[in-house]
């Protein structure tokens, strides 16, 4: 029954002109090479017959995967060649969904990508860096509008504070990625896949909580979202937030276990820091500590010839 059910949600799926579109393009696997020999025309005469079949195939893979991705899927599955006219429609296309204005965009960044507002939220700049979002599985349409999704997060959520946990920072993390889950499931099954193995493979940090859990809340907000649209409590992609500290206190011994450890390690490194002695030596020699260091030295060096 399970799967019959499957079978009907996938062909509705199908139906969708996006997703025929990014599943359509697979190119199946030849595994003959070109003969006279009649049995390779026979072959290429059946695999051709087989081609519609194996599409279809191919599109009920990709959509049993869509929320489930592992390693494989991840970097060698359902990739599309995104532009950088591709990026800035993205982009476009989710600020329009939160009603906010477009960011500036920048192709530069340290980082994958984060956003900067300034004092009211009004305005903004996106930084992102196309080679490491790639190099992180950020390498189709879904992943990167979900990727997206998440930092224009940051510029809507920029006024409330939910004072639910000690690090705030963490909050903010887990509201942004509580509203990926949610966007997935508005509009069409966007896939989150891809974009939840990307953030488990994230350690937890003094900004980011562990990535297990952001993974966590992107799926607790798909489920939460449904919980609100069969309620008829859904209005405005904000009201999936009053879901967010049913959340945060089930895990809640898991945040203060894992921000306890971060903070142990961080002290650790400071402690390493204040331990480690400078080596003035190899410091610039117009740095005025070397010059402090190295005039010390030599008085003393001269004292001691003195003494001696």
């Given amino acids: 029954m399970c799967i019959f059910l499957q079978h009907i949600e996938f062909h509705q799926f199908i139906k969708d002109e996006d997703a025929r579109d990014r599943t359509a ?23 051709i017959k087989s081609v519609p079949q194996y599409n ?13 991705a592992n390693i494989f899927n991840v970097f060698f599955q ?43 939220a009004a305005e903004c700049e996106l930084y992102y860096n196309w080679l490491l979002m790639e190099k992180a599985g950020i390498n189709n ?23 639910l ?33 990307i953030l488990k493979q994230l350690s937890a940090s003094m900004t980011h909580p562990d990535g297990e859990l952001r993974a966590l809340v992107v ?18 992609i904000k009201d999936i937030l009053t879901g967010l500290p049913a959340f945060v206190y089930s895990h809640y011994q898991e945040l203060q276990d894992s921000w306890d450890k971060v903070k142990l390690n961080e002290m650790e490194e400071d402690a390493d820091m204040e ?12 740095n ?10 030599k008085n003393k060096e001269d004292d001691n010839e003195h003494h001696g």
């Avoid at 195939?57 to 049993?64: I, K, V």
């Avoid at 349409?141 to 004072?163: C, G, I, W």
């Avoid at 331990?275 to 117009?286: A, I, N, Q, R």
């Avoid at 005025?288 to 030295?297: D, E, F, G, T």
């Fill in 141 to 163: 349409t879904d992943t990167l509008r979900l990727s997206f999704v998440h930092e224009l997060s940051h510029q809507l959520l920029y006024q409330p504070r939910f004072l």
């Fill in 25 to 47: 393009n697979v190119e199946p696997l030849c595994l003959y090479k070109k003969s006279n020999c009649p049995l390779f025309v026979n072959m290429e005469e059946m695999y």
């Fill in 78 to 120: 359902d990739k599309e060649s995104i532009r950088k006219d591709g990026i800035v429609a993205t982009v476009e296309d989710v600020a329009r969904f939160f009603g906010l204005p477009v960011p500036v965009l920048h192709d530069k960044c340290e980082t994958i990508a984060e956003v900067m507002t300034n004092a009211n």
């Fill in 165 to 197: 946990f000690e690090n705030e920072l963490w909050i903010q993390e887990l509201a942004a990625d509580m509203i990926v889950g949610a966007f997935s499931t508005i509009d069409r099954d966007v896939a989150t896949g891809k974009y939840k193995y």
């Fill in 275 to 286: 331990c480690k002695p400078m080596d003035y030596e190899s410091l610039p020699d117009t």
């Fill in 219 to 236: 799926e607790f907000g798909r489920d939460y979202i449904t919980h609100l649209k069969e309620q008829d409590n859904f209005n405005d």
């Fill in 288 to 297: 005025l500590l070397k010059q402090y260091y190295l005039k010390h030295v």
């Fill in 56 to 68: 279809d195939m191919q599109r009920w893979f990709a959509y049993l995967r869509r929320h489930n």
